[in-house]
Every structure is written in structure tokens, then in C-alpha cells.
């Protein structure tokens, strides 16, 4: 079993940035890869950004693409996403992900081994 938590979400003014968070923890976490989802209500989660255990390959939607960097630790346990020139349409709720197909997850592909975070509320204000 795995358990991610999010964390780092808030409220920011449009242009401006923020760092979220994931934490992974679990006996059998090893080898996974991670990335982060979005949400708004009455919406289909959307892929925003994953990256490879190795770190070495990353995929970021394009929506994001040059605003948003998603890095791991070095523990490896833990995914980072720095986002930056956030606009209004990025507030939703962002979901940690882990699993072993992040090229999935960029066609918005998820599979039920996966695991998820609860959630961390971004919105942006303009």
C-alpha cells in the first residue's frame, strides 16, 4: 500500500507562484513514477506534468508547458511542482499521482493500480 499527501496549495494572485508538494510513503514504493492531475467541478481530471523515477524524462500537458516544472527529491519519494505565471485557469484541485505509466497519463490514461493523493486546493485570483 501507498500513501501520497499533498501539500503547498493556496491562494495566489494571477502572475504570480507556487510549490506544491507530494510526500509518498509505503513498503512497497519503488521504481514509481509520479505527476500531478487537475480538477474543477463539474470537470474531468486533466494531466498536468509527470516524471520518470529516474527523473531523466519528464511530460508536462501544454496548457503548462513553460510555466511548470515538476522535479523529484532525492529521495525519490517525494515530486515537486513549481508553477509559475499562474493564470486564473489553472485554480482547480491538484492530484498527487504514482504509478508506472506516465506516458499513459499524459493521454489522460490513468489505471486502477495507481495511487492517489487527497488533493490540494489551488486558486488563483485576478
Known amino acids: 500500500q501507498v500513501q501520497l499527501v499533498e501539500s503547498g496549495g493556496g491562494l495566489v494572485q494571477a502572475g504570480g507562484s507556487l510549490r506544491l508538494s507530494c510526500a509518498a510513503s509505503g513498503r512497497s514504493f519503488s521504481g514509481y513514477a509520479m505527476g500531478w492531475f487537475r480538477q474543477v467541478p463539474g470537470k474531468e481530471r486533466e494531466f498536468v506534468a509527470a516524471?520518470?523515477?529516474?527523473?531523466?524524462?519528464?511530460y508536462y500537458a501544454d496548457s503548462v508547458k513553460g510555466r511548470f516544472t515538476i522535479s523529484r527529491g532525492n529521495a525519490r519519494n517525494t515530486v515537486y511542482l513549481e508553477m509559475n505565471s499562474l493564470k486564473a485557469e489553472d485554480t482547480a484541485v491538484y492530484y498527487c499521482?504514482?504509478?508506472?505509466?506516465?506516458?499513459?497519463?499524459?493521454?489522460?490514461?490513468?489505471?486502477?493500480?495507481?495511487?492517489w493523493g487527497q488533493g490540494t486546493q489551488v486558486t488563483v485570483s485576478s
Open positions: 499521482v504514482a504509478g508506472f505509466g506516465p506516458l499513459g497519463w499524459k493521454t489522460e490514461n490513468t489505471d486502477e493500480s495507481d495511487y
Open positions: 516524471i520518470t523515477w529516474s527523473g531523466t524524462i519528464t
